[in-house]
């Protein structure tokens, strides 16, 4: 992830985090997204202060990458 041009925190990768993105072969979608995107995700997985919670925020990530029209909930259209 290019983070140069961001001003906000760098969040991370989660070991468990990119082990869910490489086995559900979400990665690739996940590298596509603009580096803001990348980073707000982590961002907001790794503010989660309860188990599930975290697991819920990884699971909508997921779910928002597979199906490509999503970002935290909103829609989006990437960019050609």
Known sequence: MDTSRLKRKINPMPKDVEERLVGEN?????R???????NDYLGWILQAKKPE????RIAQ??????SGDK???MDYRAKR
């Open 26 to 30: 979400l990665m690739e979608a996940y």
């Open 32 to 38: 596509k997204r603009p580096p803001y995107q990348q």
């Open 53 to 56: 919670t975290r697991e819920k």
């Open 61 to 66: 990530m997921l779910e928002e990458l597979r």
């Open 71 to 73: 970002y935290m909930g």
